[in-house]
């Protein structure tokens, strides 16, 4: 059974920093290109990050460029989510999710349940 | 940027009738090469990840029952539930994966009238 776990999420004040885990199992994660997607409370889904299977290639929201760093330790089964300088619009769930199939752009099949970022003095 | 665009913003439906939720993005997510469109349907419950329903704007996901559909190409899109059940209560979301960023619709909240 696919499996993704976020986790780090918490209350960080505005220009701290924080890193977020997505642990996988039931799948090959050295296979697939992973994503993060989050949401403000109330409001609908923003892509953020993505990173190729192997590491090597990565993109960004215009938003979070320059502040997050998306990484993944495949000897870990595990994505990562760098996330320095933060302010209040980060506040959100932080999903990761994994893109159907060895292919670079196609659709997410399978999220995690979300971690909490709180973003507040 | 691709910006998609859902409508309405919210919808309530009776049990048993039909819903219609649509989607449009600001350039085609049709890939010529392979005649696909990049376009995907998610449903999102309360406190709940969003799931995947319709991929490649019509292809129904594995155990997504057959009332839900997808239909569209180009820059137009529809999800159709055609007989609206209880747990069919959620907000639903197109999303392309064209290119990125990868961009969602704002949102479409289905209740029960």
């Known amino acids: 059974e696919v499996q993704l776990v976020e986790s780090g999420g918490g209350l960080v004040q505005p220009g701290g920093s924080l890193r977020l885990s997505c642990a996988a199992s039931g799948f090959t994660f050295s296979s697939y290109w992973m994503h993060w997607v989050r949401q403000a409370p109330g409001k609908g889904l923003v892509w953020v990050s993505r990173?190729?299977?192997?590491?090597?290639?990565?993109s960004y929201a215009d938003s979070v460029k320059g502040r997050f760093t998306i990484s993944r330790d495949n000897a870990k089964n595990t994505l990562y989510l760098q996330m320095t300088s933060l302010r209040a619009e980060d506040t959100a769930v932080y999903y990761c999710?994994?893109?159907?199939?060895?292919?670079?752009?196609?659709?997410?099949?399978?999220w995690g349940q979300g971690t909490l970022v709180t973003v507040s003095s | 940027d691709i910006v998609m665009t859902q409508s309405p913003d919210s919808l309530a439906v009776s049990l048993g009738e039909r819903a219609t939720i649509n989607c449009k993005s600001s350039q085609s997510v049709l890939y010529s090469s392979n005649n696909k469109n990049f376009l995907g349907w998610y449903q999102q419950k309360p406190g709940q990840p969003p799931k995947l329903l319709i991929y490649?704007?019509?292809t129904r996901e594995s155990g997504v029952p057959d009332r839900f559909s997808g239909s569209g190409s180009g820059t137009d899109f529809t999800l159709t539930i055609s007989s609206l059940q209880a747990e069919d209560v959620a907000v639903y979301y197109c999303q392309q994966y064209y290119s990125t960023p990868y961009s969602f619709g704002q949102g479409t909240k289905l209740e029960i009238k």
């Open positions: 999710a994994r893109v159907a199939g060895a292919y670079v752009n196609n659709y997410f099949d399978y």
């Open positions: 490649w704007a019509s």
């Open positions: 990173i190729s299977s192997d590491g090597s290639s990565t």
